[in-house]
C-alpha cells in the first residue's frame, strides 16, 4: 500500500509580526518548521504502518518550496516517511491555492500514480486556509475526508473519525482518497537516535516544473485566481482598567461589582 | 515574475524591509536589489518602492468579461436541532454582508438553498435579504456530503454566473467551497473578517494570516465569481424584514447514489449535546493556568451560576480535558458572546483572533504581562484557583439577597 503525505514548510507564525509604527514585517529570529498538521498526518501515516504490517505500507512526503524547504524533508524521514520529494521551481513563484494544488497534483501524478492514501494536514499554520488539500484532491479527482482525527484501514476502504461542530461523525470512503487530519489524539514525537541515523540512508529527489511535465500557465503568478493586494498590521488594541488582585476576598467583590454594573447579574 | 529596473533601483533597502518573506535583498557590492528564490510575488515591495523601480506583470481581462457576472450568492448552511432543520447563524450573517455588497454592486442577493425538504427555511431567508431562493431538493441531499454538494453548487454557479459566492467557514463550509473552487479554478480566501467593494467593483477580502498577527487584503482580479469564507460571528445577523419578498427558483437535481463517495457510518454527538460555544451569551474560558483536570469542576460550576457556558483554550484541548467543539480560536470556534471570562488563559494571538470581538472581556491572570489584558475590558492580576471560590461565595450571598 503507497501513503503519499503532502507537506509543508513553514515559519513559526507566533513569531511573525508587523511593527505597527512603521508597518514592516519583523522577522528576526523565526524559524522554519514542519507544520504541526502536516507532522501529525505523518504520525498517522507510520502509525498505519505500524498497525497493518501486512499491508506493507510505503511512505512518500511530497512538499513544493524553495530550495530551503528540503529542511522538512529530511525531519519527515527521520519520523518515518520512506521517501521524500522536493518540488521546487521559480516558476511557481506567487501561486495562490489553485495554482499550488495545481503543481501537487501534477507532482504526486508523476512521482506516485498508483497511490492509495493521501493524508495531509487540515491547515498550515502561516496561511491558516486549510484550502489546499481539498483543492488538490478535486485536481486529482478522488474523495475527500477532512479534519480527520484517527484512520483505519478496512479492506479497499479507509474509515476516518472526523470532528464535526458537536462531536465526531465516522465516514468511510474506498481508496485511493485524500484525508486531513486535525490535530486530534496524535501526539509529536521526538525521532530517536536510530531513526535519524537511518533517515540518512533514505532518498530525497528534487523536481524542477519541467520534471514533473507541467504546464506552465497553470502555475505561478499568471495562473493564480487570487492575487494579494496589501498586508498590513491588524489594530493595536490597548485594554481597559485592570486591577490587582493579590487579595483574593477584595479582587472578587470587584469582579462581582463590574458584572452587576455591567448588567451581567440582576442588582 | 518581480523585475527589478536596475537604472531606477537606488538600493534604499525599503523594499528588504518590507518583504514579509525576506525574498529580497539589496546587494552590497552593487547596492541594487536582488529578488531571491522564495519570492511569493505578494506585490509588498513594489507598493512600498518610492522609485518605482520594481514591477510585477499581472494578466487582465475585459471589464466585459467580467460584466457577464452578477448576483451575490451566499450557501444556505443549515443544521439539525432537536430534529428539525434550522439555518445555520453564519447563513444568516453572511445574508446581511453580501446584502451590503449586492447593493454596493447594483446587484440582487441569492441563496442556495441544498438539501431535502428544505422549502420551510426559504421565507426567513427572504426576510433576512435574500431577493432570489435557489431551492436545490434531492433525496441524496439529506446529509451533507463533499460530492454532492460540490456537484450541485458548481452547476448552479456555472449557469447562473454569480459574481461573489460567500460560504460559511463552518468544518463544511471548509470542506465544500475549495472543492468547487478547484472544479471551476476560481479564487477563494478563507476566513475573511472584512469584505467590501472597491472601486473597480472587485471584490475586496480581508483576511489575518500568521495566525492573526498579519492582515492581508486579497483581491481575485480577472476570475468571476469571487468567491470567500467567513467564520461564524464575524459579521453581525441582520434584522428580518417581514415585508420583504423575493422569488423561489427550484433546481432541478441530478445525482445518483454512486456520484456520492463518502458513506457516514455513524454520527457520535459529544456529551454536552446541544451546546454550540458559537451560540453562547455568557462564556467561562480556561486555559492552561487551571493547573489540573479536576479544577474543570470549579470553573462548571462558575458556569451554571453565571449562565453561562464553558469553553476553553488549545492547550486543554490538546490535553484531553475539554472536548474539541468547546475550544476557542484560531484551530477552534470563533465566539462573540456578549461576556467573555477569561481564567488562567495568557492570550496567544491566535486564541485572541477566536474571541476579541465578545461584547465584553474580562480578563484574570496572575502574569500582569499576559497579551490577554491586552483585549480585556476589565482585568484582574491575581491567582484564578483562590479568586474564584471567594467570588463563587459572594454571588450566591447576592443572589440571595435578592
Not at chain 2, 426567513?124 to 436545490?136: F, M, Q, W
Not at chain 2, 424584514?241 to 457516514?264: A, F, H, M, Q, W
Request: charged content about 25%; glycine content about 8%; hydrophobic content about 40%.
Amino acid at each position: 500500500m503507497k501513503i503519499v503525505i503532502l507537506v509543508k514548510q513553514v515559519p513559526e507564525a507566533d513569531k511573525v509580526a508587523v511593527d505597527p509604527e512603521t508597518g514592516t514585517l519583523i522577522r528576526e529570529g523565526v524559524d522554519s518548521i514542519l507544520n504541526p498538521y502536516c507532522e501529525y498526518a505523518l504520525d498517522q501515516a507510520a502509525k498505519l504502518k505500524q498497525e497493518y504490517p501486512e499491508l506493507n505500507i510505503e511512505i512518500t512526503a511530497i512538499t513544493m518550496g524553495p530550495p530551503q524547504a528540503k529542511a522538512v524533508l529530511y525531519r519527515c524521514l527521520e519520523l518515518g516517511a520512506d521517501k521524500g520529494y522536493l518540488i521546487s521551481d521559480r516558476k511557481f513563484a506567487g501561486s495562490d491555492v489553485w495554482a499550488t494544488s495545481t503543481a501537487l497534483k501534477e507532482g504526486v501524478v508523476h512521482i506516485e500514480p498508483d497511490f492509495d492514501l493521501i493524508l495531509a494536514g487540515k491547515q498550515a499554520i502561516d496561511g491558516d486556509t486549510a484550502q489546499v488539500p481539498a483543492e488538490t484532491a478535486e485536481q486529482l479527482g478522488i474523495p475527500q475526508i477532512t479534519y480527520g482525527v484517527d484512520v483505519k484501514i478496512n479492506g479497499k476502504r479507509v474509515e476516518v473519525k472526523r470532528e464535526t461542530e458537536t462531536g465526531y461523525q465516522v465516514l468511510s470512503v474506498k481508496m485511493p482518497a485524500l484525508v486531513t487530519m486535525s490535530k486530534g489524539s496524535n501526539i509529536r514525537r521526538v525521532p530517536s537516535m536510530q531513526q535519524v541515523l537511518d533517515s540518512r540512508s533514505k532518498p530525497i529527489e528534487t523536481f524542477s516544473a519541467d520534471d514533473i511535465n507541467i504546464d506552465e500557465n497553470k502555475i505561478g503568478l499568471k495562473a493564480s485566481p487570487t492575487q494579494v493586494d496589501k498586508i498590513f498590521a491588524p489594530p493595536v488594541k490597548t485594554g481597559g482598567e485592570i486591577v490587582d488582585g493579590k487579595d483574593p476576598k477584595i479582587a472578587a467583590q470587584k469582579l462581582l461589582d463590574y458584572l452587576v454594573e455591567n448588567n451581567f447579574i440582576k442588582r | 515574475m518581480l523585475e527589478v529596473d536596475i537604472e531606477a533601483c537606488t538600493g534604499c533597502k525599503v523594499c528588504e524591509r518590507v518583504c514579509p518573506f525576506g525574498a529580497i535583498v539589496v546587494v552590497p557590492e552593487t547596492k541594487k536589489a536582488k529578488v531571491l528564490d522564495n519570492c511569493t510575488l505578494c506585490g509588498a515591495c513594489v507598493s512600498a518602492c518610492n522609485f518605482e523601480a520594481l514591477s510585477i506583470e499581472r494578466k487582465a481581462v475585459s471589464e466585459e468579461e467580467l460584466a457577464k457576472f452578477n448576483k451575490v450568492f451566499v450557501w444556505g448552511e443549515w443544521e439539525k436541532k432537536d430534529g428539525k432543520i434550522v439555518i445555520k447563524n453564519v447563513a444568516l450573517e453572511l445574508l446581511g454582508k453580501g446584502k451590503e455588497l449586492a447593493d454596493k454592486l447594483g446587484e440582487s442577493l441569492a441563496i442556495l438553498l441544498l438539501g431535502k425538504d428544505v422549502e420551510h427555511l426559504a421565507q426567513t431567508l427572504i426576510h433576512h435579504g435574500a431577493d432570489i431562493v435557489y431551492l436545490c431538493e434531492h433525496e441524496l441531499l439529506e446529509e451533507y456530503s463533499t460530492d454532492g454538494y460540490a456537484t450541485v453548487i458548481s452547476s448552479v454557479i456555472a449557469s447562473e454566473k454569480p459574481s461573489v459566492v460567500l460560504y460559511g467557514a463552518t468544518p463544511n463550509g471548509r470542506d465544500l467551497a475549495p472543492r468547487i473552487a478547484a472544479r471551476l479554478a476560481l479564487g477563494l480566501t478563507a476566513d475573511c473578517t472584512g469584505l467590501d467593494i472597491n472601486e473597480n467593483r472587485q471584490l475586496l477580502q480581508t483576511r489575518p494570516a500568521f495566525g492573526g498577527n498579519i492582515m492581508a487584503s486579497i483581491l481575485s482580479p480577472y476570475t468571476r465569481p469571487q468567491m470567500s469564507s467567513v467564520r461564524p460571528n464575524v459579521f453581525p445577523k441582520p434584522d428580518p424584514d417581514e415585508n420583504k419578498t423575493g422569488e423561489i427558483k427550484r433546481v432541478d437535481v441530478n445525482l445518483k447514489p454512486y456520484s456520492i463517495r463518502t458513506k457516514i457510518i455513524e454520527e457520535i454527538v459529544s456529551k454536552d449535546e446541544g451546546i454550540n460555544i458559537e451560540e453562547s451569551k455568557i462564556l467561562v474560558s480556561v486555559g492552561r493556568g487551571i493547573g489540573n483536570k479536576e479544577n474543570i469542576k470549579v470553573i462548571e460550576n462558575l458556569a451554571k451560576e453565571l449562565d453561562g457556558t464553558v469553553s476553553g483554550s488549545r492547550a486543554l484541548v490538546d490535553l484531553g480535558w475539554i472536548p474539541h467543539p468547546l475550544q476557542v480560536g484560531q484551530s477552534g470556534k470563533t465566539v462573540a458572546p456578549t461576556l467573555y471570562i477569561a481564567f488562567g488563559i495568557s492570550g496567544a494571538i491566535q486564541h485572541l483572533v477566536g474571541m476579541s470581538s465578545s461584547d465584553t472581556i474580562i480578563a484574570v491572570n496572575n502574569d500582569a504581562d499576559a497579551p490577554i489584558f491586552k483585549v480585556a475590558d476589565f482585568g484582574i492580576i491575581g491567582n484564578m484557583h483562590e479568586i474564584i471560590p471567594e467570588f463563587i461565595k459572594l454571588l450566591k450571598e447576592h443572589k440571595h439577597k435578592n
